[in-house]
């Protein structure tokens, strides 16, 4: 178990750049979740996916953004145009399917925009 | 914001001494979990009580699950400098578990 890994850690851009977020999951998990996190704040769901198919996307999930699992196994995360208030950790969590399954978590890439 | 809120939101203990922390949910749930947060860190999982539970132990945690006052409260005994950190009840809900989390509270344990 080599745990839930993201690239890049952090990202710097100016403002209108778009940029792009990896995640690789756990190799046996089917499911895979998008989190952002703003300072001193819990976690805020923005989408999942169970193997390929996006099953869920928040509202917060903007036109701007989109995610991908393109064969159920990476993840990746862009966002289009970027915004200061786009400034957060972007946190990738997967976990295997059913009811009662804790998520395990990667360490997160943090955004910052100029 | 769909976040609970967790109380207090800062603790601070010295070690050896229990901490306490307390989170309120709104929704109806499958499970509540418990996550710990190191600074600049991913979460890891801590506990998980299915709603049908009352009280869950692992180690030096217990948590506790009240369903008709929407409320869980985190015990950790015997606290160290390690614990030093963050701490987050989820909520899970819907088909996919997605997680609800709370504001959170930061504990720092001092030697």
């Known amino acids: 178990d080599t745990g839930v890994s993201q690239d890049p850690r952090h990202k710097i851009t100016k403002r209108g750049q778009n940029v792009t977020f990896r995640c690789d999951p756990i190799?046996?998990?089917?499911?895979l979740y998008w989190y952002r996190q703003t300072l001193g704040q819990g976690p805020e769901f923005l989408t999942y996916?169970?193997?390929?198919?996006?099953?869920?996307k928040s509202r917060l999930l903007s036109d701007r953004f989109s995610a991908e699992r393109p064969k159920g196994s990476f993840s990746t995360l862009e966002i289009q145009r970027t915004e200061q208030g786009d400034s957060a950790m972007y946190l990738c969590a997967s976990s295997l399917a059913g009811g009662s399954q804790p998520q395990h978590f990667g360490d997160g890439t943090r955004l910052s925009i100029l | 914001s769909q976040q609970g809120e967790e109380d207090p939101q800062a603790l601070s203990i010295q070690e050896g001494e229990n901490a306490t922390m307390n989170c309120s949910y709104k929704?109806?749930?499958?499970?509540l979990q418990w996550y710990r947060q190191n600074s600049g860190r991913g979460l890891v999982h801590l506990i998980l009580?299915?709603?049908?539970?009352r009280e869950k132990h692992s180690g030096r945690l217990r948590v506790t699950l009240d369903t008709s006052k929407k409320s869980s409260s985190l015990l950790i005994t015997a606290s160290r400098a390690a614990d030093t950190a963050s701490y987050f009840c989820a909520e899970t809900t819907g088909g996919g578990n997605k997680l609800t989390f709370g504001t959170g509270t930061q504990l720092k344990v001092e030697l």
């Open positions: 929704t109806s749930i499958n499970n």
């Open positions: 009580i299915r709603s049908n539970e």
């Open positions: 996916f169970q193997n390929e198919a996006q099953l869920e």
């Open positions: 190799s046996e998990h089917n499911r």
